[in-house]
């Protein structure tokens, strides 16, 4: 039983790592196994395999990771709505800021339903002449 044991934590350290290495190398599956001991010649096939499967973990260790950089983000952000020299760029991150603090205005499409089946066949030509030009 304990060696049962031991392999299963050795799977979930493995697992870690290779959630760790896929992030942290931007993706790679096949350099992920590569890192946790796979050989070169499986590499790719359990490298599609984990990354299938350890899917929810390695969007979670993304998330965490993105996570790490949102304070000095919005630092920069207000920076460049402060101090650029391009009207443009200060523009640009005041509407950035703007939106993310939920003032982003609402794009909104109209549409129109036509019932084309109860229309007569002159009814029809003139709405299609109206949507050709």
Known sequence: MDVVVEAMKRDTERDKSFVR?????????TAAARAVGIS???ASA?????????????EKASRDEIYGYVVP???QLFRLMKEAKSESVRLAA?????????????ERQEVTVTE????????????LERLMN
């Open 40 to 42: 070169d010649v499986s």
């Open 94 to 106: 005041s509407k950035d800021i703007l939106d993310r603090a939920g003032f982003k205005p609402i």
């Open 116 to 127: 084309l089946n109860k229309m007569t066949v002159q009814e029809l030509r003139a709405e």
């Open 21 to 29: 290495h896929y992030v942290d190398n931007g993706g790679n599956a």
């Open 73 to 75: 983000a919005a630092t």
């Open 46 to 58: 359990i490298g599609y395999r984990l990354r299938k499967r350890l899917s929810t973990a390695i």
